[in-house]
């Protein structure tokens, strides 16, 4: 089976079947915006959502992550966390997943990181394809990632009465067989999927002035730009914008004893180049001193630096730096005045 | 490691509430696993007697009289480690509005007619006075910053504060922001370690812990008045707690 079928009314049933299988992760209300969390009454999801808060990354690549676990006299150390458990990441967009994807990239790399490694393996996504925009602050047409594009292991499209499942994986297959109130897809879904998604190249555009290649361009040529000036001067390095990127993934890492003090963890942290002392070394120098410097970092590290290395754009579009930024930095706008200023 | 003769702690305060010796009353059953490391020979507020010899003197308030500077240099030299407790300690805190006008008009307003009988001098943080070995910020302070800066203190190691702003721990808490509420905060200039306390609890961020090193003055100022608010009520916002710091916006703002 490659596409599955499963009617409105019974999603409730199945997301209690799914509840049963492993800890069930997926969007609700917080306030006037939404957020990723445990799922204890199924009713209270909210599939029709802007980007949560923090994207999902929090469930791969926490916040604050125990590492290991120390003792000083006599001295030993252990993994600080024996057992991973099975989740489900549900109703994740596709730029969140595209975000996944770009995470998959930096951990895998040599060194794997084995924290990151074991909680991949745990997981499985379930995405919901958006038909529509969340608001005018994603750019994920232009980022190419308003699609599904893999990465997944079930992606359902809400058609009508019906959400179509696409299966991409032996482990996704596994939540949909076997359930009376799901069915295999036939050509009557499959062409209203279709007619579906020539609908949505009607409303999704391409929303950056300009396509990847003239993105990478601008950027190749702007690293003096004084555009970078005016975002530096509006930012006032809360660090709202990283904290909220499916792809940034620096971290800190720290002791923290206990009382005894002879036992310990080892932790790591969330960091952020939009941080006062992120790039200062030993000695006191400071490589990213300006919020201006800091600023334009954070956007080579989307559009230029992991296109050299990984041939890959690490801005999927989701919207969120724009969003959460509450001195109005833009993406589109630091992008598109980089273009603008290539071509005038 | 080797358990030696426990460290003797002693608590004093100066122009302060006294909210923050409170706090550490307030620690709970780890107070008694405290307990097992130190010795509290001076803690008025929980106990009766009152030791004159110890190691490490934990200090409130800031310092706003001439008898205030002999005293808090008696007990610096006597404490192997002074550590700083509170806003009123560290960064000067509210006690900083009074040196916003002259000494006079401070007495005046407080004393009326007697004001002519009150020795005062302008609020100050410990560390204006004498050598400070560790701070523990906020008002009051943040139960498991208490315990983290007793630790490093324990193990003669430093304590770093963070030098970023409240919006990186406020943020990974996942906190739907203020100012997306269209209400403002102090958040993107003061400087993070009490885990967004105040925002999880629903409140603004008041600016407690002092602002980080390098504030984005230019850039709150302009965030707060595209919210609608005041060139005063931000004055108000910045000052409630960072007077002593003044230096630090005073060219963005007192313009």
């Known amino acids: 089976m490659k596409y599955a079928v499963i009617n409105k009314e019974d999603l409730n049933k199945w997301l209690e079947h799914l509840k049963k299988k492993a800890r069930l992760y997926a969007p609700k209300e917080k306030e006037n915006l939404f957020v990723f969390r445990p799922v204890k009454d199924v009713s209270k999801i909210c599939l029709e959502y802007i980007p949560t808060i923090l994207p999902p990354k929090k469930y791969y690549f926490p916040q604050k992550e125990k590492l290991l676990k120390f003792q000083v006299n006599p001295f030993k150390t252990a993994k600080a966390i024996e057992e991973f458990e099975e989740f489900i990441l549900f109703g994740v967009h596709t730029c969140d997943i595209a975000g996944i994807q770009c995470m998959d990239v930096i951990f895998r790399e040599s060194p794997e990181d084995p924290n990151y490694l074991n909680r991949k393996e745990k997981m499985t996504i379930i995405g919901i394809e958006c038909l529509k925009y969340c608001d005018e602050h994603a750019n994920c047409t232009s980022m190419a990632t308003h699609v599904p594009r893999g990465g997944y292991d079930l992606m359902m499209v809400d058609i009508d009465k019906v959400f179509i499942i696409h299966i991409n994986s032996e482990k996704g297959e596994k939540l949909v067989t076997g359930l009376s109130y799901i069915k295999e897809a036939k050509d009557e879904d499959m062409f209203r999927l279709d ?29 003096g730009s004084q555009v970078w000036k005016d975002v530096g001067k509006k930012c006032v390095a809360c660090g709202n914008c990283t904290a909220v990127c499916p792809t940034c993934y620096c971290f800190d890492t720290a002791d923290d004893m206990e009382l005894s003090l002879n036992d310990g963890i080892r932790y790591r942290i969330w960091n952020s180049c939009q941080m006062d002392d992120f790039a200062k070394v030993a000695g006191g120098e400071d490589f990213r001193k300006g919020r201006d410097s800091r600023q334009r970092h954070r956007y080579y590290r989307k559009f230029k630096y992991p296109v050299d290395k990984f041939n890959r754009y690490f801005c999927v579009g989701c919207g969120r730096c724009t969003r959460t930024c509450m001195a109005d930095i833009s993406l589109k706008e630091t992008v598109n005045s980089l273009i603008a200023g290539q071509s005038a | 490691m080797k358990k030696q003769s426990k460290p003797k702690v002693a608590f004093f305060d100066f122009t302060d509430c006294e909210g923050c010796q409170l706090q550490f009353a307030n620690i709970g059953s780890t107070l008694l696993d405290l307990t097992e490391l130190v010795d509290i020979v001076n803690f008025r507020e929980i106990m009766s007697e009152a030791g004159e010899d110890y190691d490490i003197a934990i200090v409130e308030g800031s310092i706003s009289t001439d008898n205030d500077v002999k005293r808090i240099q008696k007990i610096r030299e006597k404490a192997k480690v002074l550590v700083a407790f509170g806003s009123c300690a560290t960064i000067g805190g509210v006690n900083g509005i009074k040196n916003r006008t002259s000494l006079e008009l401070a007495k005046k307003r407080v004393y009326g007619d007697k004001a002519d009988l009150i020795n005062t ?17 906020n008002c009051p302070p943040y139960i498991p910053e208490i315990i983290a800066v007793l630790k490093c203190i324990l193990m003669g190691k430093p304590y770093v504060l963070p030098n970023y702003a409240l919006c990186v721990e406020c943020k990974m808490n996942e906190n739907v922001c203020r100012y997306e509420k269209d209400q403002e905060c102090m958040g993107p200039v003061t400087r993070a370690g009490c885990n967004s306390w105040c925002v999880n609890n629903g409140n603004r961020c008041y600016g407690c812990r002092g602002l980080v090193d390098n504030p984005a003055s230019e850039g709150a100022k302009d ?19 960072n007077d002593c710091q003044g230096e630090k916006f005073d060219q963005y703002l007192k313009k």
């Open chain 1, 195 to 223: 007619r579906a998604r020539e609908e949505k190249k009607k409303i999704f555009k391409e929303e950056l002035a300009a396509p990847l290649p003239k993105v990478y361009d601008a950027f190749d040529k702007s690293f």
């Open chain 2, 121 to 137: 001098i302008k609020a100050m943080p410990l560390h204006e006075v004498v050598k400070v070995d560790y701070k523990i910020l």
């Open chain 2, 223 to 241: 965030i707060l008045l595209k919210y609608g608010l005041k060139l005063e009520d931000i004055m108000n916002s910045f000052t409630l707690y």
